[in-house]
């Protein structure tokens, strides 16, 4: 039965709710090597054995906003948080570029400290002192008017997880004051602004079901993301949902494997949450069809400050360790880093 509806998906790019439904809470492992097979091939054909790599800085841990599953949430009493200067984030990239990123990903919480004419002109340092690099940015829900200054500065794609296409576990996941409706307006804007707009879900986070990762992929479908943000919930200590068990691994690499069936052109992740629930995650998450790996950039100094969830990994680590280690970890498994903005095409 799985067999026959991930054939279909790969057939038909679509499959109905209860199509999902069904193959969500029914697949073996045999299942999950058979959808990673056709994903693998798919990615394969599309960017050879080459491996997308972006610079994530993150550069400030300060947010408004209150989400249950987030370690940086404004209520942890417990981060000591940060913000670094326009100089530092610059500084960030130019070590990046040595290393070969020629995209930078801008990252934080929503820390209204920074104007939106700050951030406009931490863009447009970055894509004059880089002129082939690409800038992503980061920085959750803003208005028309801010995201479309941030384009005109040079913004080229933006990352804003739905983090659920289901209003109502939306509200189960966030207080009252946070709206999904907003959250969905907020990626239209970004697709009609011209941004290459990535969506994304976590995997396993509370009060997730089969339904609702079901929705997902029918938003997936009808939004097509130039880039999809997959990985597994982990839990926070200092959260509301420290007691939550983790997200599957398994069911992330199956859908980073639907993903890629869904859509073939998709610049899809291997997340670090993926790394962190098991240590060759990341290679996993490539041979179940994902093309990207985001390392950070940030100073080591703010690195640990940036804890989403429990035991993130490379938080010790240089900039040039991690690039010399993914290096080494996408050789073993026969795929190399491309010096490349990569871009969705
Ligand atoms: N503030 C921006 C925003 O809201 O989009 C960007 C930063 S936010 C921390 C980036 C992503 O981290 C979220 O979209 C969420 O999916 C993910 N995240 C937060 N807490 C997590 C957790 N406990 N486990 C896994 N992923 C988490
Ligand atoms: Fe950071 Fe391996 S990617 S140490």
Redesign the pocket.
């Known amino acids: 039965m799985s067999k026959a509806l991930i054939d279909k998906l790969n057939r038909d790019k679509h499959l109905e709710k209860e199509e999902w439904v069904t193959l969500l809470s029914g697949y073996t492992d045999d299942d999950r090597a058979y959808a990673a097979g056709i994903a693998r091939e798919i990615s394969n054909s599309r960017f050879g054995n080459k491996i997308f790599i972006r610079g994530i800085v993150e550069f400030s841990n300060v947010?408004k906003?209150d989400?249950y599953?987030?370690?940086?949430r404004r209520s942890n009493t417990n981060v000591q948080r940060y913000r670094l200067t326009p100089d530092e984030i610059l500084d960030c990239c130019d070590e990046g570029y040595e290393l070969g990123f020629r995209t930078f990903v801008l990252?934080?919480?929503?820390d209204k400290s920074y104007t939106n004419d700050t951030l406009c002109d931490i863009v447009r340092r970055i894509k004059a002192a880089h002129p082939d690099c690409a800038v992503t940015l980061?920085?959750?829900?803003l208005t028309y008017d801010e995201y479309k200054a941030l384009r005109e500065a040079g913004a080229d794609r933006y990352?804003?997880?739905h983090?659920t296409a289901d209003k109502a576990h939306y509200e189960k996941l966030h207080p009252a004051e946070m709206s999904w409706d907003n959250r969905m307006e907020c990626l239209k804007y970004l697709k009609e602004l011209g941004y290459q707009t990535g969506a994304?879900?976590?995997v396993g986070?509370p009060y997730q079901t089969a339904e609702c990762i079901a929705e997902d992929m029918l938003f997936f479908e009808s939004f097509k993301p130039e880039m999809i943000?997959i990985?597994?919930?982990?839990?926070?200590k200092d959260?509301p949902?420290r007691d939550e068990p983790k997200?599957s691994y398994e069911l992330t690499l199956f859908l980073l494997s639907l993903c890629r069936i869904l859509l073939p052109d998709v610049l899809l992740p291997a997340t670090t949450?993926l790394g962190t629930i098991r240590p060759n995650g990341r290679e996993e998450g490539v041979k179940a069809g994902a093309n990207v790996i985001m390392p950070n950039l940030s100073p080591t100094a703010v690195r640990k400050k940036y804890m989403?969830?429990d035991n993130k990994i490379c938080t010790g680590d240089e900039s040039a360790q991690c690039r010399g280690c993914l290096e080494m970890r996408m050789k073993s498994i026969g795929y190399e880093v491309a010096v490349s903005r990569g871009d969705h095409i």
């Open positions: 947010c906003n989400c599953y987030c370690g940086i990252q934080s919480g929503e980061s920085l959750g829900e990352l804003l997880r983090e994304g879900i976590m986070s943000g990985g597994p919930f982990l839990p926070h959260t949902f997200g949450a989403l969830y």
